[in-house]
């Protein structure tokens, strides 16, 4: 099985670094976000991977190569142009098309969920998607409303409201529906809910950051200790 790690953005919320290399080579804990990436699912059983580069794409192919330091198999998609991640998945169909079921992760995300979860569920849908409830930023106060007194303390539950996790799993039907420049969330993903085509599921304990900000390289250091 392939996995498509989505990997073009330019980051540009984590400039200063991002001017001189691309996010996906950022470093958390000693490796690179896309070497954490890949060393996750390759965990989960997962050795071929398509990496759609864009911006300083030749670092990113220069530290991964074929990927034979990791024991895995590395191919690249190209972008010209930012393509949106519709885009750059639709600009990788050449290297994925042949393949009945595939995961595809946003280049920012570091999780402990399984992806082969998505896999297993996806069956006569088109798409799968890995949901996931972010913690609270802050503790919480939780009291009395009658009488307004304080009943107890917690340090930074997990919100209700699940996200979306940015991993996925796609059958080969998906590149009916995906754009030549946009992006999945604001293209894909409406015409198949239409289609009753896109199933969620949801992860209840596992660990997740989309690195978005300088803040969130020093909250994603505990992530990747329990990938």
């Known amino acids: 099985m392939k996995a498509v790690l989505l990997s073009g953005g ?48 030749e670092k990113i192919i220069e530290a991964l190569g074929s990927g034979h330091r990791l024991g895995v198999k590395v191919g690249y998609s190209v972008e010209d142009e930012p393509l949106g991640t519709g885009g750059a998945l639709k600009n990788a169909e050449h290297l994925i098309k042949s393949d ?22 996806i069956d006569n849908y088109i798409a799968c998607m890995a949901l996931t409830k972010l913690p609270s930023p802050y503790g919480i106060v939780e009291f009395d409303e009658r009488s307004n007194l304080v009943e107890k303390f917690e340090e930074k539950p997990r919100l209700p409201h699940y996200i979306n996790a940015g991993v996925y799993a796609f059958s080969s039907a998906v590149f009916d529906y995906l754009p030549s420049n946009g992006d999945l969330e604001k293209t894909t993903f409406p015409l198949l809910v239409e289609k009753k085509s896109l199933l969620a599921v949801a992860y209840e304990n596992d660990d997740w950051i989309s690195i978005d900000s300088h803040k969130d390289l020093d909250e994603a250091k505990r992530v990747v200790q329990k990938i």
Request: with cysteine; charged share 25%; proline share 7%.
């Open 10 to 57: 330019f980051g540009k919320r984590l400039k200063p670094l991002t001017e001189s290399i691309p996010k996906p080579l950022i470093e958390i804990a000693g490796k690179p976000i896309i070497v954490w990436q890949i060393e996750w699912l390759k965990k989960h059983g997962i050795n071929e991977f398509i990496v759609c580069a864009g911006y300083l794409r």
């Open 100 to 121: 009945k079921v595939f995961v595809v992760v946003n280049g920012d995300v570091l999780t402990t969920l399984n992806p082969l979860r998505l896999v297993e569920k």
